[in-house]
């Protein structure tokens, strides 16, 4: 039995990205306002905090206004307002076609909104928690959950100094217990713990599975002369064909750069697709070649994002904590925005969590946040837009457009009518050999790049001789069952290079370069066989995104 040292806090918090970072500054106002002590520990696994944070983003500052309203005058990173927003139908590899405004729903339009870097933001945003007395621990991954009488108790940190076969080197530190009269999980989309927790309490048994994509995002710097700070453009169609659905963006932000990016819903059905050529091949449109064409790219990454909405929502209160942000998926895809809602439910829950700690109350299920939660802007959001994904996948990109910008623009929401998604992702594949396949052209090293130029911009990098963090429950069925059905779609849905099929004296073995991993999850999401998990890697491993 590893001894391990123990902290104790009032509460802990697991990531430090909006929702997580919003929750203790709302905590930390709150101790100072009633002039109470509140123990506040933050845990980050990135190496600083917004290592690991991935946005487009476009920001609405709502949640911000109210946390910290004078956010302007403390200096907050967000100065570019949106000045001009332009949305297209991609035809084919040439055309687009600009689609007005009246024709779109109204929650695409970003008028007010400003173009961020959300890790930037959150760096802001950790400042502020610092100055209130938050204590915030990067480079700490939440390993583990602490669970003792039905509830949570806290979390255990990783292990520092593990070989990759279990065995301790020189520098060994055992993971610290952070134990907490409530513990708030904001690790953000298909969160390691979020996940088990989900499981553990059942908190998804009355709600629809939840449905991703997967965003890549990369920065520009560009020719002064083709830079308009603060133009937003959206689109949808080409390189995405038949059922495979998902939006390109790209956003003017300060110093002549720009950040382009698309996004693939996960529920495709093709296994021979590869979401990053996609991307790649993208950018070849004149829409956006004649922004970057020139031009430099300086960053690239990617990041699942959770998009079921409401109807995909998990309870998010059990015994002894909370889930908020992502990692219960409160994003409003119908906006393709989530900080703003992550940041609410996050302050939500601080004022719940503190409300018991008056009440001299720990580790009990706070069964009012449910309530709390329902009664804020957040949820009447979601609700309003709780039919935007499913009609989408139930009726098509036309015919589900077209019901969507009635809904939203002429009722608001409120057609009384509810589709609801209830295939999990994983499940959609077809056959490879009845799929079609698809011959992506090679990168140009101009505008498209290969995966490993790519993960090299991104900064990761593992402490080299640990524990493989993305787990095989059965070492058998990439090649046995994924490889024969489905053609080992590992190899193609991962944006990282991290999985191979080699043939090795004279046998396909399914190779994990867990050394690439950007921490995206969607193995973890998409793998048909449900084989591949996720979990957190030795603390201040993975991605270290500058300013995504």
């Known amino acids: 039995m590893v001894e391990r040292e123990t902290m104790e806090f009032d509460v802990v918090v697991v990531g430090a990205g909006p929702a997580g970072l919003a929750s203790a500054i709302k905590l930390a106002q709150l101790a100072q306002e009633k002039q109470q002590e509140c123990m506040i520990c933050v845990v980050e696994k990135g190496s600083e905090v917004g290592a690991h944070v991935l946005s487009g983003a476009v920001f609405e500052t709502k949640a911000l206004d109210e946390l910290l309203p004078n956010w302007q005058e403390q200096g907050a990173p967000v100065t570019t307002k949106v000045t001009n927003d332009e949305i297209y139908w991609f035809n084919n590899e040439e ?44 480079g700490f991954s939440a390993h583990s959950l602490i669970i ?22 020189d520098g060994y530190m055992p993971g610290m217990e952070l134990r907490a009269k409530y513990t708030i ?20 048994a009355d709600s629809s599975p939840q449905h991703y994509g997967l965003g ?25 064909s038949g059922d495979t659905s998902g939006g390109a963006f790209m956003y003017h932000s300060e110093n002549n750069q720009v ?44 990041r699942a994002i959770a998009k079921g909405g409401l109807h995909s929502l998990p309870k998010m209160h059990f015994p002894g904590g909370l889930l908020v942000g992502c990692d219960a998926g409160t994003l409003n895809f119908a906006k393709i ?10 302050m939500i829950a601080a004022e719940v969590i503190f409300e018991a700690l008056e009440n001299e109350q720990a580790n009990t299920d706070l069964v009012n946040y449910h309530t709390q939660f329902e009664q804020s802007w957040a949820y009447k959001e979601l609700y309003q837009s709780r039919n ?8 098509g990109k036309f015919l589900g457009g077209a019901y969507n910008t009635l809904d939203q623009n002429v009722f608001n929401g409120a057609l009384p009518f509810t589709f609801k998604d209830d295939v999990p992702d994983y499940s959609t594949l077809v056959d490879a050999n009845i799929a079609e396949k698809i011959a992506y052209p090679k990168p140009d090293g101009s505008l498209s790049f290969d995966k490993l130029s790519s993960v090299f911009l991104s900064n990761t990098n593992h ?32 944006p990282a290079g991290v999985y191979e099929v080699q043939e090795i004296e004279g046998n396909n073995e399914f190779v994990i370069n867990a050394q690439n991993c950007v921490h995206c999850k969607t193995c973890d999401i998409k793998d048909p066989s449900q084989n591949i998990t996720w979990v957190t890697p030795e603390g201040a491993g993975g991605p270290n995104y500058p300013n995504m």
Request: proline fraction near 5%; aromatic fraction near 8%; charge should be neutral.
């Open 463 to 494: 402490e080299e001789s640990q524990p493989c963090h993305l787990k095989l429950k059965n070492t058998a069925i990439p090649i046995k069952v994924n490889l024969v059905k489905f053609d080992e779609p590992a190899q193609r849905y991962c």
């Open 337 to 346: 925005k989530g900080n703003h809602t992550a940041m609410k439910s996050g």
């Open 259 to 302: 950040v382009v990016g698309l996004i693939v819903d996960l529920n495709y059905t093709n296994p021979h697709l590869s979401p990053f050529d996609e991307f790649q091949r993208m950018k070849h449109h004149p829409v956006f070649k004649q922004v970057l064409e020139g031009g430099e790219r300086i960053a690239y990454g990617a």
């Open 148 to 169: 003792e009488d039905d509830a949570v108790k806290g979390i255990v940190t990783g292990d520092m100094g593990v070989d990759k076969d279990g065995n301790e080197k």
């Open 95 to 138: 055309k687009a076609t600009s689609i007005p405004h009246f024709t779109t729903p109204k929650t695409f339009h970003n008028n007010g909104n400003y173009i961020v870097s959300m890790g930037n933001v959150c760096r802001w945003l950790a400042e502020q928690a610092e100055s209130l007395g938050v204590e915030i621990f990067p």
């Open 216 to 240: 890549f995002k990369e920065i520009w710097q560009v020719d002064e002369s083709k830079h308009q700070q603060g133009k937003v453009v959206h689109g949808t169609g080409w390189p995405l």
């Open 185 to 204: 999980f904001a690790e953000g989309c298909r969160g390691h713990l979020g996940k088990q927790l989900i499981n553990q309490f059942a908190l998804d």
């Open 388 to 395: 935007f994904g499913p009609v989408m996948h139930k009726l």
